[in-house]
């Protein structure tokens, strides 16, 4: 057994200890909300395709550190990686759609 000291951060009382989780959960309960504005607002080409990518980015951020939201402990990230990937899909098919529809071309490079 190794006798190695313990460097996790100490809270300094209860309210310290509850702001460091509350802020934690707070990143998950974003990434999850900007996948769902995604999905409201995809059509908006580049607002969209930058919610579905923010919410993508902060979903696999907290889903690999393990961070959960929630009263529950709900996987939010899950939710918030899957969300983004639609949202991310649907603006670049409805970006190459409209492109198709008005140019008549259908060029691979946006």
């Not at 934690?24 to 059509?43: E, N, P, T, Y």
């Not at 409209?98 to 060029?107: H, N, R, V, W």
Request: proline fraction near 4%; hydrophobic fraction near 50%.
């Amino acid at each position: 057994m190794s006798a190695e000291p313990d460097l996790s951060p100490v809270a300094v009382n209860e309210y310290d200890a509850h702001g460091h989780a509350t802020t934690r959960r707070g990143v998950a309960a974003v990434s999850f909300s900007f996948g769902l504005w995604g999905i409201l607002v995809f059509w908006w080409y580049p607002f969209g395709l930058c919610l579905g990518t923010a919410a993508v980015v902060l979903g696999a951020i907290t889903w690999g550190l393990g961070i959960r939201a929630g009263k529950d402990g709900e996987h939010l990230a899950i939710g918030s990686v899957l969300l983004g990937s639609i949202v991310i899909g649907l603006a670049l098919s409805v970006y190459r759609g409209m492109q198709f529809f008005f140019d008549g071309t259908f060029s691979m490079i946006p």
